[in-house]
C-alpha cells in the first residue's frame, strides 16, 4: 500500500526556469511533511518540511505547497540551476519516528 | 563533525552469509534509524533507536535482522543468513527531534549472490 505517491518518475526543466514537483497521499493522518534530494552514491539530503497546519513554507529558492483537501504536495524550485538535478523524495510523518517516502521523481535540469 | 558515516559502503557476500554494517551517527543526536532502499524505490523504515533503547521496528525487519546501538553512540545492523532479497541500499540516519529533517549516511550496498 503505497501511501505517499510520486506519479512522476523523470523531469526534465530548462536552467533558469520553474521545477515543480509533485506527491500525493492517502493517509489523511500523516502531519509533517518533507522533500529530500539525493545525488547518486550519496544518501538522501533534507531540503524543507511543511506542517500539516500549514499551506506554504519558503526556504530561499524552494518552496512547498500543501493542499490539505486534494492530499497533494508540490515542491517548487525557481530558478532551475543545473546542481538541482537529482532524485526528489517527498516523504510523511504520522507523528511518530518513522517517515514514509515516495518512490521519487528524477529531476534534469537541461542548461 | 563530518556527519553520518556509514561502513562498508559496498559489501559482497554469498547466499547465507551473514552480514554486518556499521552506523556512526553525528554525535549529538540521540536518535537513530535504519532504513532500506531498492531499486525504483524510496526509502523503507526498518528500526529506530533513541540513545541505547531500540524503540520501534519495523514488520520488514525479519528475524534475520537485528540491530544494536550499544551505550547510545553507533550502531550496527546484522542479516543472518542472506538471501538475494536483502540486497539492497542500507541507509542509516541521525536526528535530534522526532522525524524532522534527517541527516541521512552515504550507505551501504548489499549485493548478495
Known amino acids: 500500500d503505497q501511501q505517499v505517491k510520486q506519479n512522476s518518475p523523470s523531469l526534465s526543466v530548462q536552467e533558469g526556469r520553474i521545477s515543480i514537483l509533485n506527491c500525493d497521499y492517502t493517509n489523511s493522518m500523516f502531519d509533517y511533511f518533507l522533500w529530500y534530494k539525493k545525488y547518486p552514491a550519496e544518501g538522501p539530503t533534507f531540503l524543507i518540511s511543511i506542517s500539516s497546519i500549514k499551506d506554504k513554507n519558503e526556504d530561499g529558492r524552494f518552496t512547498v505547497f500543501l493542499n490539505k483537501s486534494a492530499k497533494h504536495l508540490s515542491l517548487h524550485i525557481v530558478p532551475s540551476q543545473p546542481g538541482d538535478s537529482a532524485v526528489y523524495f517527498c516523504?510523511?510523518?504520522?507523528?511518530?519516528?518513522?517517515?514514509?517516502f515516495g518512490t521519487g521523481t528524477r529531476l534534469t535540469i537541461i542548461p | 563533525d563530518t556527519g553520518v558515516s556509514q561502513d562498508p559502503r559496498h559489501k559482497i557476500t554469498k547466499r547465507g552469509q551473514n552480514v554486518t554494517f556499521r552506523c556512526d551517527p553525528i554525535?549529538?543526536?540521540?536518535?537513530l534509524y535504519w532504513y532500506r532502499q531498492t531499486l525504483g524505490q524510496g526509502p523503507e523504515f526498518l528500526t529506530y533507536f533513541q540513545n541505547e533503547a531500540q524503540l520501534e521496528k519495523s514488520r520488514l525487519l525479519s528475524d534475520r535482522f537485528s540491530a544494536e546501538r550499544p551505550k547510545g553512540s553507533f550502531s550496527t545492523l546484522e542479516i543472518q543468513r542472506t538471501e538475494q532479497g536483502d540486497s539492497a541500499m542500507y541507509l542509516c540516519?541521525?536526528?535530534?527531534?522526532?522525524?524532522?529533517?534527517?541527516?541521512f549516511g552515504s550507505g551501504t550496498r548489499l549485493t548478495v549472490v
Open positions: 540516519a541521525s536526528s535530534t527531534y522526532r522525524a524532522g529533517g534527517y541527516t
Open positions: 516523504a510523511a510523518n504520522l507523528g511518530n519516528e518513522k517517515l514514509t
Open positions: 554525535s549529538e543526536h540521540n536518535r
